[in-house]
């Protein structure tokens, strides 16, 4: 299994007051505003040289990224790995004590590509994103 | 048959909060220490301990730690 790391997410309050502060760091837009009415959320993404943070702002008031905000701030909560084959990380993961939380799906603020999301002990919250085919 | 005590004297030990503050019928976010990553590590730890797996689209519906306790009852 080879992963490679996709980008840094940060749970943010909102999409134009987070751009602002990540452009006075330096970082560049590099995508459009996408609603994942799945996921109830707001994506942009951002890039520094290599870097990629994918902004994450609540769309409802119910959004689950709001339990990531409690304390009034934005902070980053899941490193999103890229890789080859999704099912064929998840056994890895799963013998490494990773618990998947969330099925493959479709992250329309990533082109469609499959995304799942994990978990462990130590590393918290991951996500994997499937290489496009 | 694991014992109801047994179970929360693990689920104390997790949450980090004295046994008795807890029982069967606390809820999800009913005590700071039960959020949204906590549930994850409930679902890895009972796992783990119980050899149990908790099916992945059934996790965010346990809102209750009897909603934990019924998966370890064979």
């Known amino acids: 299994m080879k992963l490679k790391v996709h980008h840094i997410g940060y749970a943010v309050l909102s999409i134009e007051a987070a751009r602002t502060e990540f452009e006075a760091l330096g970082w560049e837009v590099c995508s459009d505003v996408t609603d994942d009415l799945s996921r109830k959320v707001r994506i942009q993404f951002m890039r520094m040289g290599d870097e990629v943070v994918e902004l994450v702002a609540p769309l409802t008031e119910d959004s689950p990224i709001r339990k990531n905000l409690q304390q009034g701030s934005g902070m980053p909560y899941h490193i999103c790995y890229e890789v080859d084959s999704l099912e064929e990380a998840e056994t890895a993961l799963k013998a490494q004590k990773f618990i998947v939380f969330k099925k493959p799906q479709a992250a329309p603020a990533i082109g469609g590509r499959r995304v799942e999301w994990l978990y462990a002990r130590n590393n918290g919250i991951i996500e994997l994103v499937e290489k496009a085919k | ?74």
Request: aromatic content about 10%; overall charge negative.
């Open chain 2, 1 to 74: 048959m694991i014992e109801e005590s047994s179970f929360l004297d693990f689920i104390a030990g997790i949450l980090d909060v004295p046994r008795e503050t807890i029982s069967l019928d606390t809820a999800y976010e009913s005590i700071p220490e039960w959020d949204s990553v906590m549930q994850l590590r409930l679902t890895l730890e009972i796992g783990t301990e119980y050899n149990v797996e908790i099916p992945v689209d059934e996790i965010a519906d346990i809102k209750t730690l009897g909603g934990f306790y019924k998966y370890i009852q064979g």
